[in-house]
């Protein structure tokens, strides 16, 4: 499969929307697409799609942090998807890395992203392209 990486535009929306229930297997809410959105338009943000043969196959969202949590300058994956059809070929690697030049273009050394500890496929294709464990601690508080 070659696969072509690049700049999202808004029209391609519906695409990532379409991904994103076939990995959860439901309707995504209207939340998620205007998070989706809030994304696309960050002035630090890294906005891309994998593009085969004018198909979108992928897409990924991440950002340039300042600050943040206690670092200086770093980069964090807020949104990745490969379409289950396209698993194993080599889509999720080609969006990954070519995110990793942009975050490096930017100066940015160190990744940071959060995966549930039971996504073990995704906890491998994160091992697979160099994450380990980090040192920090995801924490939660139930309101009521």
């Known amino acids: 499969m070659e696969v072509k990486i690049r700049q999202i535009n808004d029209q391609e929306l519906g695409d990532v929307v379409r991904i994103q229930e ?6 995504v809410a209207p939340d998620w697409l205007n998070l989706v959105k809030m994304q696309i338009s960050k002035p630090d943000g890294i906005s891309l799609v ?3 043969e ?10 340039v942090k300042h600050g943040a949590f ?10 990745f998807g490969v379409d289950p059809k396209d698993w194993g070929q080599g889509v999720g690697r080609a969006l990954a890395f070519a995110a990793f030049k942009r975050f ?4 940015v050394e160190e990744i940071y992203t959060a995966v549930r500890w039971d996504s073990g496929d995704l906890l491998a294709f994160f091992k697979k392209i160099g994450f380990n464990l980090s040192n920090f601690i995801n924490l939660k508080a139930r309101l009521e």
Not at 22 to 27: D, L
Not at 54 to 61: I, S
Not at 70 to 79: A, K, P
């Open 22 to 27: 076939a990995i959860m297997q439901r309707r």
């Open 70 to 79: 206690g670092l200086e300058h770093s980069g964090w994956i807020e949104m």
């Open 50 to 52: 994998a593009v085969e």
């Open 54 to 63: 004018d198909r979108v196959v992928g897409f990924f969202f991440g950002e």
């Open 104 to 107: 490096l273009e930017a100066g």
